[in-house]
């Protein structure tokens, strides 16, 4: 479990000398920087960020190359006398492609746990991390360190429904999820489809019709009522009316049949008692 204040302390040092970018000094004296091999270094496979920007990568690496590496990156030593990132992995990534041999650095003694929750809020607290993959943070901090939305949400400085709204949002096919990262449908749009049926068909008619949220919410109000005439064909809605009524007659009970849009459904008896309902089985010779 998180240790609130030790995590503050260190993500507070890691401020004051790390910034992701090459024009801000250290702002704290007394730190010890080392040149360490390019080659011994490695990047965090748990970084929360995955997608890099190659066009702001080169224009890093064309700034390094004129003024070198202004701002030193943090690393922690791993096995085998190598080194893995804490921060800065543009600078190291820009650094690579211009194939410099070392890269100033400040070494920290720090675990997964304080790492990938470094990682994880400087990244928001940017605004570099796309909507999912701050998501999939979150998800990563409950699922590798017991935390709650509770504590990811003090941890992280967002409010509880903010946190659960972008996770909730990982319960989608990953097709969908493609296209929220693909700029095709909003998160606003893609909340909405969280739970719902016929999603992949509504959202290849978002993409088409460039709908807007409430268009969308209306969609599923709409499948909501039975009696929607725009979602249903008369007949099945008249078919569906009148095998309730026999299934009334039969059961001795309220039935309520609803029908998806693509013709799927499900059938509701509503009873007072569960022995009323059992007698009434019974009487259909249905055990």
Sequence with gaps: MYNKSKLGRTLSDIQNISMDNNYLAPKKSGIKI????ITKIRPNIN??????NLDKIKELAKSIKEKGVLQPIILREIENNLYEIIAG????????????????????????????????????????????????????????????????AEIIGKSRSHINNLVRLLSLPND???????????????KVLIGKDNISTITQKIIDDDMTVREVEKIYD??????????????????????????????????????????????????NNLDSFVNSLKEVKIN
């Design 34 to 37: 080392e040149n360490i091999s």
């Design 47 to 52: 970084q929360p960020r995955k997608d890099f």
């Design 89 to 152: 992995e543009r600078r190291f990534r820009a650094s690579t492609l211009i194939k410099l041999e070392t890269i100033p650095s400040i070494i920290k003694k720090m675990d997964d746990q304080e790492i990938f929750e470094i990682a994880l809020i400087e990244n928001i607290q940017r605004d570099n991390l796309k909507p999912l993959e701050e998501a999939r943070g979150y998800k990563q901090l409950m699922d590798n360190y017991g935390y709650t939305f509770k504590k990811v």
């Design 176 to 190: 969908i999820l493609d296209k929220i990262n693909s700029g095709k449908i909003t998160i606003g749009q893609a």
């Design 222 to 271: 709409k499948e909501a009522k039975f009696n929607e005439k725009s979602i249903l064909d008369p007949a099945i809605r008249t078919q569906a009316l009148m095998t309730e009524q026999q299934l009334n007659a039969i059961f001795k009970h309220k039935v309520k049949i609803h029908l998806k849009m693509d013709g799927s459904g499900h059938v509701k008896i509503m009873f």
